[in-house]
């Protein structure tokens, strides 16, 4: 059974920059047609697609986030992270990492907890 | 970037069945697949594909799709499938992938 788990700190001040790494556990990340991807909530609001990351470094990102956001991989931790720079107040969000099954159907399969991120002074 | 239009709210009366639509020209080339959140818990994905169901999902959950929409049908709703539920599919465009707006079920 694949599990992920966020973790990095629970606030950040603005025009800081959002570090979070997803840790992988039960599969090797390098294993299979998997994208690793991040999502995110801020309250009252609907699910937002950030991005996602290929085991061999390729990147897509969300459009509206592009210029301020960063994913990379690490495979020898079997983890990857995001870096999410100028960072304001709308940012503030619970953000979740997943698994992103293409090839056929494209679904997320498996997702992180997911961890808070509040953005203030 | 597509949008994937969903209605905000439902309510159904227990034991009933209830139909989650979502709207959008993605659906026309891709499948959407649809993620159940419950308060302070994560997505958990309850159809995927042309309809299929991970482990462990009751099969009073099936899927649906003609055209620009999509749909979710809970047959039998039950009072622990009161959730929001989200539809997502991938893009037209590159690899993007995007998230309906979300409808909250009420089990009356």
């Known amino acids: 059974q694949v599990q992920l788990q966020e973790s990095g700190p629970g606030l950040v001040k603005p025009s800081q920059t959002l570090s979070l790494t997803c840790t992988v556990s039960g599969g090797s990340i390098s294993s299979g047609s998997f994208y690793w991807s991040w999502i995110r909530q801020p309250a009252g609001k609907g699910l937002e697609w950030i991005g996602h990351i290929y085991t061999s470094g390729s990147t897509t990102y969300n459009p509206s986030l592009k210029s301020r956001v960063t994913i990379s991989v690490d495979t020898s931790k079997n983890l990857f992270s995001l870096k999410l720079n100028s960072v304001t107040t709308a940012d503030t969000a619970v953000y979740y990492c997943a698994r992103l099954i293409v090839g056929g159907p494209y679904y997320f399969d498996y997702w992180g907890q997911g961890t808070l991120v509040t953005v203030s002074s | 970037s597509s949008e994937l239009t969903q209605d905000p709210a439902v309510s159904v009366a227990l034991g009933q069945t209830v139909r989650i639509t979502c709207q959008g020209d993605?659906?026309?080339?891709?499948?959407a697949s649809w993620y159940q959140r419950k308060p302070g818990q994560a997505p958990v994905l309850v159809i995927y594909g042309k309809n299929n169901r991970p482990s462990g999902i009751p099969d009073r959950f099936s899927g649906s799709s003609s055209g620009n929409t999509a749909s979710l049908t809970i047959a039998g709703a039950q009072a622990e499938d009161e959730a929001d539920y989200y539809c997502?599919?991938?893009?037209?465009?590159?690899?993007?992938?995007?998230f309906g707006t979300g409808t909250k079920v009420t089990v009356l």
């Open positions: 993605s659906l026309r080339s891709y499948y």
């Open positions: 997502s599919s991938r893009d037209n465009s590159d690899n993007h992938y995007v």
